[in-house]
């Protein structure tokens, strides 16, 4: 379980590539590593992850394809900036909302609007997800928990506005017109939209 609030934006410090399969490699500072252990969770740019080996600060991850065809985690390289986040703990405070890592598609960046102190992006989806996004509702993108600020069914596009900390924190100041963002869905959301799907189904058979 993560809370959508992205503690660090971190490079890729080493990546190695097979059929299937992509290992990935990071350097913790000192505060994000401590009691971190093997088979540990980490979202890494909104996806969950398991940490598989620790050797000093450098921490690594697999991806396996199913995430790799599901997030733009195939798109990483050395140097890429990518949010991470630990897991919370039960105390933790949750300051956006409750996520579980399971990222459902990308959605690409189709147009970056900045100004001194203001951002706003828009993305482009697909249906078989926009159908859980509502204006002001909570989304995760790139596991950071946003709200949606305009939502265009038509052209299926949507609208976030990110603050200065936001972008100081994230690896949303990287971003550029055609690049990919991980979505995650609010889950509260999509039950909910299911369930009425699914009983107006029944109900008209």
């Keep these: 379980m993560y809370t959508g609030i992205v503690k660090e934006q971190l490079p890729i410090s080493g990546i190695l590539n097979k059929e299937g399969l992509s290992?990935?490699?990071?350097?913790?500072?000192?505060?994000?590593?401590?009691?971190?252990?093997?088979?540990?969770?980490?979202a890494i740019n909104g996806v969950c992850f398991t940490v598989t080996k620790i050797s000093g600060n450098t921490v690594s991850f697999d991806a396996i394809q199913e995430t790799l065809a599901l997030s733009n985690i195939k798109y990483l390289q050395i140097g890429s900036m990518v949010n991470v986040e630990r897991s919370a703990k039960p105390d933790a405070e949750v300051g956006g909302h409750i996520l579980s890592g399971h990222v459902i598609s990308t959605a690409m960046v189709s147009h970056i609007e900045s100004t001194e102190n203001n951002c706003r992006l828009t993305l482009t989806g697909e249906s078989r997800w926009l159908k859980y996004v509502f204006e002001k509702g909570f989304l995760a993108v790139n596991g950071a928990s946003l709200t949606v600020a305009k939502l265009e069914r038509e052209s299926e596009s949507f609208c976030i506005n990110l603050i200065p900390e936001t972008l100081k924190r994230t690896n949303f100041s990287c971003l550029c017109v055609g690049d990919e963002v991980n979505i995650e869905v609010e889950s509260q959301t999509q039950v909910i939209v299911d369930t009425v799907e699914r009983v107006m189904a029944e109900n008209y058979q």
């Design 23 to 42: 290992t990935f490699s990071l350097e913790f500072p000192d505060d994000l590593l401590e009691g971190l252990e093997l088979g540990g969770s980490i």
